[in-house]
């Protein structure tokens, strides 16, 4: 039997959320002791076209 996967596997974020303002959020000190948290990293392109 095979199954047919989402060829979109990409991160989503649930519809209504601000997204820079979640990824933004810093943990609260709580959350970081419990391990709940997640880090992000942000990948800014330089589009400056040097010619």
């Given at each position: 039997?095979?199954?047919?996967r989402?060829?979109k596997?990409s ?12 990824l933004n ?11 709940d ?15």
């Amino acid at each position: 039997m095979m199954i047919k996967r989402d060829k979109k596997n990409s991160p989503t974020i649930a519809p209504g959320m601000d997204d820079q303002e979640e990824l933004n959020q810093e943990a609260s000190q709580e959350e970081i002791d419990k391990g709940d948290y997640t880090s992000v990293t942000t990948l800014s392109l330089d589009e400056n076209d040097p010619s």
